[in-house]
């Protein structure tokens, strides 16, 4: 059983930067789909940022292309969200998620508040 645990969130100002990291336990994270979601208060969850294992293509929301990178460390176990130039419509809830096979693996998420 995965398990993935998120932090990194928080408060900050319009243009600001935050990295959030998930780490996942249970499983070698170099086999699965993993991605970043997040959902604004009042809206569906959407994704963020994918990294598939099939390919070397990293998939991007185009609201954040350009200003997050999502990073693999597969020795760490590891997935982040390096997030830059960051607006109030990035705030939200951050889920990051995994997939493997059939099945799929959330974690709790970690807010992030956009405000001056």
């Known amino acids: 059983q995965l398990q993935l645990v998120e932090s990194g969130g928080g408060l900050v100002q319009p243009g600001g930067s935050l990295r959030l990291s998930c780490a996942v336990s249970g499983g070698d994270l170099a086999y699965y789909d993993i991605g970043w979601f997040r959902q604004a208060p009042g809206k569906e969850r959407e994704g963020v940022s994918c990294?598939?294992?099939?390919?070397?293509?990293?998939y991007y929301a185009p609201s954040v292309e350009g200003r997050f990178t999502i990073s693999r460390d597969t020795a760490k176990n590891t997935v982040d969200l390096q997030m830059t130039g960051l607006q109030s419509d990035d705030t939200g809830v951050y889920y990051c998620?995994?997939?493997?096979?059939?099945?799929?693996?959330w974690g709790q998420g970690t807010q992030v508040t956009v405000s001056s």
């Open positions: 998620a995994a997939v493997g096979g059939p099945r799929e693996y």
């Open positions: 990294d598939s294992t099939n390919d070397d293509t990293l």
